[in-house]
């Protein structure tokens, strides 16, 4: 799972608290690098649907990039490879992602995270 | 013939066996590939743009593979892990999901440029469990798709109804969800030819009126020319060759150029680079 799809994922468990069932935590995860094309424009029309703070946070607790605080208003093209790598080029190859809403864990192995539901979640 | 939903739930049926036979049968490659072409022209996304697209039900990536082809980024999610296996081994591009489509896709508000799905939303008619009734499961997995999708996205599935109540409950479920949209049938005095296509808009839900017109269905008539979809994406070749296991043998790029040009479309003259794997220029 790219950073890019962690960005956008969160918990479906149904009780789910609404409001906390996104951002899913990751713990304990092993990266691995990605050689994906870079588009621009992707990017650029990426930016807008993305979760800036928690990009950043998750950037920086995994050790990949110290994004700046804010997402550039106008992104240069520096800006937008920084995003590239960061949403597309970085990888959880192994991990557990943890909802703060209902606690449920969520494995992730060899890049697959597992989101099947427990009978008593749907 | 027997239909497997009805043999075993599709995470049994589709063990190592199956996952390994599935994906090196070259009839099945080409019949999935074909279909997953005429989704993602149903699809109708902007030209000559990378798009965010997910792939419900994507098993061993025959279907994604076409999305790669246009350059897009896909998630993909499936209930099998033995399928999902064969697509890690083929080292698929897109970011797989081990998940039963029946809890609910969970994906923020208009993550999502479009959603395919290839042969897989009769599975979710049949009740394996008593705990999967397929009402509920066809609503919870409608509902949140539809939240997970952009507004003015589409999402088409290819699908094999077992009668017309099941069509008539997949729609339905669909409706209730928000989505317009409908039925296209291609091909529907063929009965070897004939594919039921679900095309549903999402955006749609208060202002009906402005939801998009069904696109014409194939073989009905006029060739479906109205459908325009001719990519006029320059292709490059990847930077590097990709080793992994051919999807598209060359003859069945041949077919798909043939198929396209019966259908009145531009298609890039043979070249060597035919059937190469290649990556959309900017
Ligand atoms: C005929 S295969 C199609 C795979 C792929 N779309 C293709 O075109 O090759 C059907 C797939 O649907 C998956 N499937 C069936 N029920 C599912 C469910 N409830 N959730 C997720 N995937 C499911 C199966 O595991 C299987 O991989
Ligand atoms: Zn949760």
């Not at chain 1, 990017?43 to 550039?72: H, M, N, Y």
């Amino acid at each position: 799972m790219r950073l890019i799809t962690h960005n956008m994922l969160q918990c479906h468990v149904k009780a789910c608290p609404p409001g906390q069932s996104y951002p899913l935590q990751i713990r304990n995860a092993e990266l691995e690098a990605l050689d994906a094309e870079f588009n621009a424009d992707f990017v650029r029309r990426l930016i807008p649907k993305l979760d800036w703070k928690v990009l950043r946070s998750t950037a920086f607790e995994l050790g990949v990039a110290q994004l700046p605080e804010e997402c550039p208003a106008e992104p240069t093209e520096d800006d937008l490879q920084m995003i590239h790598k960061v949403a597309l080029q970085t990888r959880v190859k192994e991990a557990e992602m943890v909802c703060s809403g209902c606690g449920h864990v969520y494995p992730i192995k060899d890049g697959v995270p597992n989101m099947l539901l427990q009978d008593h979640e749907i | 013939m027997s239909r497997p939903e009805h043999t075993a739930p599709p995470e049994i049926f589709y063990n190592e066996d199956e996952a390994t036979k599935y994906t090196s049968n070259s009839r099945i490659i080409s019949i999935q590939n074909e279909m997953a072409w005429r989704a993602l022209e149903l699809l109708a996304l902007p030209e000559d743009e990378v798009a965010f697209v997910l792939d419900i039900g994507c098993g061993s990536g025959l279907s994604g593979e076409v999305l790669e082809e246009e350059g897009h980024v896909w998630v993909g999610m499936d209930i099998s892990d033995s399928m999902l296996e064969v697509a890690k081994e083929r080292e698929v591009d897109g970011d797989l999901f081990l998940q039963d489509i029946g809890q609910g896709v969970g994906f923020r508000a208009g993550t999502f440029d479009g959603a395919i799905s290839i042969s897989v939303i009769q599975w979710l008619c049949n009740a394996d469990k008593t705990v999967n009734n397929p009402r509920s499961r066809l609503k919870r997995f409608f509902s949140t798709l539809y939240s997970s999708l952009a507004r003015g996205a589409r999402a088409v599935f290819q699908f094999y109804p077992e009668n017309p109540e099941q069509i008539e409950m997949i729609i339905s479920s669909a409706m209730k969800a928000g989505f317009t949209g409908g039925l296209v049938v291609d091909f529907p005095n063929s009965s070897k030819a004939k594919k039921y296509y679900l095309c549903l808009f999402a955006g749609y839900k208060d202002n009906a009126k402005d939801s998009p017109a069904l696109p014409k269905a194939l073989g009905e008539g006029d060739e479906g020319v109205q459908v325009n979809y001719a990519s006029k994406r320059v292709h490059t070749r990847r930077k590097e060759p990709v080793d992994r296991k051919a999807v598209k043998d060359k003859k069945w790029v041949q077919h798909k150029k043939e198929l396209n040009r019966a259908r009145g479309k531009d298609t890039p003259l043979d070249s060597k680079y035919t059937a190469r794997k290649r990556r959309t220029k900017f």
